[in-house]
């Protein structure tokens, strides 16, 4: 069936260093989101694309964090000059123009900073 | 955006049994969505409730929402083993498509042999 693809599943990076982790939603859908799961049982919204804009960037950091929605290309999650804090599991999801649909979450990438 | 809080904060109980959890949120709402997260994996939906519907099954799953109480249940009915999870409730705003959820912290099943 349909997925959303995440990529890497796994990524280590040392303190300073940057990283880059990307999403390829599900065909046809609009909107692109992503989360970060710190502790194992809370997500925090970082933002959500309308296609290749911005919709909503309200949660993510100021610093270090930026993302992108390109046509043609997987959506990316860039993290420059990573800290320790950034440890985490970070989920990207995709969903459809209307919201009375579920949401299709990818599998995450778990990024550990040493 | 509104944010859903699950109650209880964990669940165990026997094969075969019935599972409850609920959810609790403070705005209006479009509609109310359930998730299940297996351990080290992604969010799965599973069901999506309008704000004009009562109740809604799919499989051994049933919901409910009353937005007077602005409260929802997820019911799983028989649990397997295979239904040890967490489960997350995200209302839905007025917005489009674009609506981001807010997740609480979860109800974390545990469904023993």
């Known amino acids: 069936g349909e997925e959303v693809a995440q990529t890497p599943k796994h990524l280590v990076r040392g303190e300073g260093q940057k990283a880059k982790l990307y999403c390829a939603p599900i065909k046809g859908h609009s909107y692109v989101f992503w989360y970060q799961q710190v502790l194992k049982n809370e997500f925090k919204f970082l933002i959500s694309f309308q296609n290749e804009n911005v919709f909503d960037e309200t949660g993510m950091p100021k610093e270090r964090f930026s993302a992108k929605c390109l046509p043609n290309s997987p959506c990316s999650l860039e993290i420059q000059a990573t800290k320790l804090e950034d440890s985490a599991v970070y989920f990207c999801?995709?969903?459809?123009?209307?919201?009375?649909?579920?949401?299709?979450f990818g599998s995450g990438t778990r990024l550990t900073v040493v | 955006s509104q944010q859903g809080e699950e109650d209880p904060q964990a669940l165990s109980i026997q094969e075969g049994e019935n599972a409850t959890m609920n959810c609790s949120y403070k705005t209006s709402i479009n509609n109310l969505q359930w998730y299940r997260q297996n351990s080290g994996r992604g969010l799965v939906h599973l069901i999506l409730?309008?704000?004009?519907?009562r109740e809604k099954h799919s499989g051994r799953l049933r919901v409910t929402l009353d937005t007077s109480k602005k409260s929802s249940s997820l019911l799983i009915t028989a649990s397997r083993a295979a239904d040890t999870a967490s489960y997350f409730c995200?209302?839905?705003?007025?917005?489009?498509?674009?609506?981001?959820?807010?997740f609480g912290t979860g109800t974390q099943l545990k469904v023993e042999l």
């Open positions: 999801a995709s969903s459809q123009t209307t919201g009375n649909y579920g949401y299709t």
């Open positions: 409730i309008r704000s004009n519907e």
């Open positions: 995200a209302p839905g705003g007025l917005t489009g498509g674009g609506n981001k959820l807010t």
